[in-house]
Nanobody, 126 residues
Framework: QVQLVESGGGLVQAGGSLRLSCAAS????????MGWFRQAPGKEREFVAG????????YYGDSVKGRFTISRDNAKNTVYLQMNSLLPDDTAVYYC???????????????????WGQGTQVTVSS
């Protein structure tokens, strides 16, 4: 069982930045891929970004390309999401997820991720 705990959410003005963190309890964190998803009220869950086990491959949703950056520190069992140039449309609950895949492939579908965090709220004011 992998436990994931997100932090770093909050309220920010449009154009601002936030960095989300997701800490994993599992000692094998460095062996599997991680992802970030988000869900706004009344909308479907959306893939934001993913990173493979080594950090060598990343993949982003179209709406965040060029603004968000995913990274990981395997020594700290933590994955990060740096969010810049935030827009009101980025307002959502952000979830991190663990895919348990040791591959160069970066999953982008929710069903490809096995464990999920509880989510952290990000609110961007206009």
């Amino acid at each position: 069982q992998v436990q994931l705990v997100e932090s770093g959410g909050g309220l920010v003005q449009a154009g601002g930045s936030l960095r989300l963190s997701c800490a994993a309890s599992d000692g094998t964190f460095s062996t599997y891929g991680m992802g970030w998803f988000r869900q706004a009220p009344g909308k479907e869950r959306e893939f934001v970004a993913g990173i493979n086990w080594s950090g060598g491959n990343t993949y982003y949703g179209d709406s965040v390309k060029g603004r968000f950056t995913i990274s990981r520190d395997n020594a700290k069992n933590t994955v990060y999401l740096q969010m810049n140039s935030l827009l009101p449309d980025d307002t959502a609950v952000y979830y991190c997820a663990a895919s348990l895949l040791r591959s160069n492939y970066v999953p982008s579908e929710g069903y490809e991720y096995r464990y999920w965090g509880q989510g952290t709220q990000v609110t961007v004011s206009s």
